[in-house]
Nanobody
Framework: QVQLVESGGGSVQPGGSLRLSCAVSGSISTIYAIAWYRQAPGKQRDLVAGIALGGGTKYADSVKGRFTISSDNGMNTVDLQMNNLKPEDTAVYYC?????????????WGQGTQVTVSS
C-alpha cells in the first residue's frame, strides 16, 4: 500500500507561482513513478507531469516550460513547481503513484489540492 498527501494549493493571480508537494509513505520501494494530475470542473482528469525512478520526466504540452517536477532520491516527496500560472491551470491537483512502467495512472491517489488562478 502507498499513501499520498498533497499540500501547497491555493489562490494566485495570473503570472504567479505555487509549489505543490506530495508526501509519500508506505511501500515506497515498490513505486516506479509519481505523477501529478489535474481535474477542472466538468473535465476529465489529465496528466500534468510525472517523474520516474532514475529521474525521467514527462510533461503535458500545456505546462512545458512553466512547471517543473522534482523528487528527493527516495521518492519520499515529489514537488511540482508551477510558474507563470494561467487561469486555465485552475483545477484540483492530484498526486498519483504507480508500480509498473509507462505513464498510465497508477492505483494510488491523494485527496487532491485546489489551485485557483484568478485576477
Amino acid at each position: 500500500q502507498v499513501q499520498l498527501v498533497e499540500s501547497g494549493g491555493g489562490s494566485v493571480q495570473p503570472g504567479g507561482s505555487l509549489r505543490l508537494s506530495c508526501a509519500v509513505s508506505g511501500s515506497i520501494s515498490t513505486i516506479y513513478a509519481i505523477a501529478w494530475y489535474r481535474q477542472a470542473p466538468g473535465k476529465q482528469r489529465d496528466l500534468v507531469a510525472g517523474i520516474a525512478l532514475g529521474g525521467g520526466t514527462k510533461y503535458a504540452d500545456s505546462v512545458k516550460g512553466r512547471f517543473t517536477i522534482s523528487s528527493d532520491n527516495g521518492m519520499n516527496t515529489v514537488d511540482l513547481q508551477m510558474n507563470n500560472l494561467k487561469p486555465e491551470d485552475t483545477a484540483v491537483y492530484y498526486c498519483n503513484a504507480k508500480h509498473g512502467m509507462g505513464w498510465a495512472p497508477g492505483a494510488y491517489w491523494g485527496q487532491g489540492t485546489q489551485v485557483t488562478v484568478s485576477s
